[in-house]
């Protein structure tokens, strides 16, 4: 929800994340299991695997900035079809099965609770929502935001670089997807490929509902 705030702020949306979600999962499991040694996979080893998780799905996401920026193809036409391809490279690296062979520890980010008992996927979630909205309220990386959503020609005309920012925000929502698909396949202890199925839906909700204007310029984290 946060990484969809950013890209609908700027009068965009992006249909992926649901597959982007499962895609991360499927990436970080299957490396545990082929590359850190499954059951015998060290805490280091499980955090390098998920990075490179969340690393492949804020890649998909600079592939989709540059869709939108550099070619002007309508941001729901690119995220569409990467939808379509990140499910389906979910399915073919997963050879359309769950992937489980993880430690029981891997399941400490989506199920433990170390603060108080509250668990810590929640406290992430607060501390991600807390960062944002102060990059939003408070910073001019927010206020450019805002403005390309506002009017885009008259934020160029002003002296900021659009093009970069929609790459940015595009980039900054496929790694958080990439970070929800980590903590589900934590939850569950295990990757699918049919993880995050209308996902995209319940996010979009999520942020219509919350006050973001789906004509951009404006809406809170906060809502």
Request: include cysteine; aromatic fraction near 6%.
């Amino acid at each position: 929800a946060v990484g969809m705030t950013l890209v609908i702020a700027t009068r965009g949306i992006d249909l992926s994340v649901g597959s982007l979600i499962a895609l991360s999962a499927v990436v970080a499991t299957m490396l545990i299991r082929d590359r850190a040694g499954a059951e015998a996979a060290t805490p280091l080893g499980m955090i390098v695997c998920c990075l490179a998780g969340i690393a492949v799905c804020g890649l998909i996401g600079l592939f989709t900035g540059l869709m939108v920026t550099v070619f002007k193809i309508p941001p729901f036409v690119v995220t569409l079809a990467m939808m379509l391809v990140a499910r389906g490279v979910a399915l073919i690296c997963a050879e359309g099965q769950s992937i489980y062979q993880v430690p029981e520890s891997f399941i400490w980010l989506g199920r433990g609770r170390d603060l108080a008992g509250v668990p810590n996927a929640v406290v992430l979630m607060l501390v991600f929502y807390a960062v944002a909205h102060v990059v939003m309220s408070r910073m001019s990386l927010g206020r450019y935001i805002y403005a390309v959503g506002g009017n885009a020609q008259a934020a160029r005309l002003s002296g900021v670089r659009v093009d970069r920012i929609l790459v940015l925000v595009y980039t900054i929502g496929g790694a958080l997807a990439g970070l929800g698909g980590i903590i589900l396949a934590s939850q569950l202890r295990s990757g699918s490929p049919i993880y995050g199925n209308m996902y995209e839906m319940y996010t979009i909700a999520a942020v219509v509902v919350g006050g973001t204007s789906l004509a951009g310029g404006e809406g809170k984290i906060l809502g």
